[in-house]
């Protein structure tokens, strides 16, 4: 148990949480970092290794080899329990990963339950021994978020992403309702595993926050590797009720299915219950309200990551963690999530950063927009044999030639969009980002050349 005063205490190890704490720590801070189950949240046991691990245990069924071990990636040939397992233990393996880094930049770190009982005052119903209080300075709330949906157990037919990666057997039909990002990283993995796989979506396209051009594309390539997509249809999981194998169900246009397992992924809510926001006036609805700099209404305390609903995504919680700790620190600091890149797990993937073209018409900035799709070399040789298909939208300020916006469908998307942010964060507009000298054959090669065809289309 840990003593005294802290400068910070951060509730919640996820990434956003785990990142305060370093970050604060690395700058001085005295720190304690409270969890309520094990290190790690959302992103380590149910969210991005979890669903880069099935991927790679479903290319190694592709290729039908079995992959080195060292990699502790499971043979090709393996069943879901096996894959699972080998899940869990890169979970596991990661875990003990953040707690050594913790460790060593001298995070204190307690598991129980917090509680707020002022803006300087935690209760933490302890794990492992008797409930005690933390006095700090600041707190930091990074508790994440969990499935909209709660659903009724892993052993129900219709399940939740967390009861998703707790199946025993592979689905031979698997419904997937919501064709948001988490929708579609599902539905390209169990594809590939070997799963017939629906998805239905109530609005006219995929993925309906980013760019038209990436929700088409990305749809064009699930049809492709065969996923079946139902647009314009709705499901209501209140009227179908757990069901039996063999039992169909019926969307709200009239089409009957007949899946064995149906997943629920129409949103996520913050994990605030227990928190005891009420107590020091948080305004919560449903997720914490916070300004630029990741404060709540109470000044002492930030929210940061899903907890605040702005941004769902790792890259973003970082980011916040980062501009909160400045704040605390008196520095000028403010998160803006357009300019966060974020990516998809789908197959390809998909990253983006800035402006997409209908948010950008509808605030009235003046754009040109260019897109294309081509074969992607780079200094991998595996795209030397099989070029990889990508596509790649850029969208520039017409006058200043700045870039408002770049989004990329493929399997080096993120790198994509990773190189066109440094460039942004330098101020580069086109013609002076085309001056960069490259790698050749690389990714980053791609906006290159979508940028000098844009450059044809303005001297045109």
Known sequence: MTDGRYQLAVIGAGSGGREAALAAAHSGLRVVLIERDTLGGTCLHRGFYCLKTLRA???????????????EVADGTAKLPDWLATQRKISIRLTQAWGNQLGRAGVAVEFGQATLVDSGRINVSSTHGEPFSIEADYIILATGSRPE?????????????????KQRTLPKHLLIVGGGYIGCEFATIFRALGSRVTLVEQRKRLLSDWDEAVGDFVAKAMRASGVELAFGAAFDVTRAGAGSDGESVMLSDGTQINPDLILIVTGRKPNVEDLGVEKVGISVNPFVAVDEKMRTSCNRIYAIGDLNGLSLLDSAAISQARVAVDSILGKEARFSARWIPRCIHTDPGAASIGWNEDEAGRAGLDVIAHSQTFRLVTDDERTVTNPSETMLKVLIQSESRQILGVHAVGHQAAEIVNFVSVAIQSGLNLEELMQVPLVHPSTAEAIRECAKNLGSVLAG
């Open 149 to 165: 949906y709660d659903g009724l157990g892993p052993d129900s037919r219709i399940v939740n992403s967390d009861d998703l990666l």
């Open 57 to 71: 245990c479903a290319e190694a069924q592709r290729f039908n080899a079995p992959v080195d071990l060292r990699s």
